[in-house]
């Protein structure tokens, strides 16, 4: 049975990445670990990102600079192995608990670009027995909301000039 509580982070707006390391911090200062896997972002870790590290552990498979929307087709196979390989190792450390906290960064865009099933990250969510996950993307699938505890909807209002 899972214990691990399920949020998930998503909209059009921006943010949300911002927010899911905002409560990655604050895990961090409640002495749990706490690890990132970011999808669909290149392979450039920012500096902000580096500085968190070792206290997060923050990982991006993929091999390309620039983001998944801008590759020829080629390319976006060759990254959609690579992007599997991180749902791979997200198993891997839901199945040894090695941390606290697992931030699947984008990881709802993985679905919405087919690269990988709902029904799979749903069995992956399920595998996470206490272990809190935080899942952001712009697009939530319905059963993926439903599996959720919290969840938080970021949008963007355009602001009204006179």
């Known amino acids: 049975m899972n214990t691990g509580k399920l949020e998930v982070i998503y909209g059009e707006g921006s943010g949300k990445t911002a927010m899911a390391l905002g409560k990655g911090l604050e895990a961090l200062s409640e002495q749990q670990r706490v690890t990132v896997i970011q999808f669909l972002k290149g392979s450039q870790t920012s500096e902000m990102m580096k500085r968190l590290e070792p206290e997060m552990k923050v990982f991006r498979f993929e091999k390309s600079g620039c983001n998944f ?3 020829s ?3 976006r196979q060759e990254e959609s192995a690579n992007i599997r390989n991180g749902v791979n190792y997200a198993r891997k450390v839901l199945a040894t608990g090695e941390c606290g906290l697992l931030i699947l960064d984008e990881v709802l865009g993985v679905v919405d670009q087919d690269i990988l099933m709902e029904s799979e990250l749903e069995q992956l969510l399920e595998s996470r027995g206490d272990v809190d996950v935080i899942l952001t993307g712009r697009v939530l699938p319905e059963r993926l ?3 959720a505890d919290r969840i938080e ?4 209002i355009e602001p009204v000039h006179d």
């Open 153 to 156: 909807r970021i949008t963007r």
């Open 69 to 71: 929307e801008e590759l």
């Open 145 to 147: 909301a439903a599996m």
């Open 73 to 75: 087709d080629l390319a």
